[in-house]
């Protein structure tokens, strides 16, 4: 059974970091690419950032060079660096995943998921 488990939510002043984990269970992560998305409240769930079974990354152009995606296979765990957070950031994030390699072109089109977890909360207020 596909497990993705979110971890390290919160509330962060603007300006702040968080550090955001996934664990995966019940298949080979290593295989696969795996993505952040966020949903704010009222809003569409958007792609945020993407790792490929390669170590190749992509982002959104509204986080690149604030968020940093990476993973470790050894301890089955993804993870998005988030700094100089701002207000247009909070939401609750999701671990995805399209049981794909490779991030591709398209990374970020919702209809691609095949397994998400529950997400984490992102709180961004002073």
């Known amino acids: 059974q596909v497990q993705l488990v979110e971890s390290g939510g919160g509330l962060v002043a603007p300006g702040g970091s968080l550090r955001l984990s996934c664990e995966a269970s019940?298949?080979?992560?290593?295989?696969?690419?795996l993505m952040w998305f966020r949903q704010a409240p009222g809003k569409e769930r958007e792609g945020v950032s993407c790792?490929?079974?390669?170590?190749?990354?992509g982002y959104a152009w509204t986080v690149k060079d604030r968020f940093t995606i990476s993973r470790d296979n050894q301890q089955r765990t993804m993870y998005l660096q988030m700094t100089n957070l701002e207000l247009e950031d909070p939401g609750v994030y999701y671990c995805?995943?399209?049981?794909?390699?490779?991030?591709?072109?398209?990374?970020?089109?919702?209809?691609?998921?095949?397994?998400w977890g529950e997400g984490a909360l992102v709180t961004v207020s002073s």
């Open positions: 995805e995943t399209a049981m794909k390699r490779f991030c591709g072109e398209t990374w970020d089109a919702e209809d691609n998921i095949k397994y």
């Open positions: 019940g298949f080979t992560p290593d295989y696969y690419a």
């Open positions: 790792i490929s079974s390669t170590m190749g990354t």
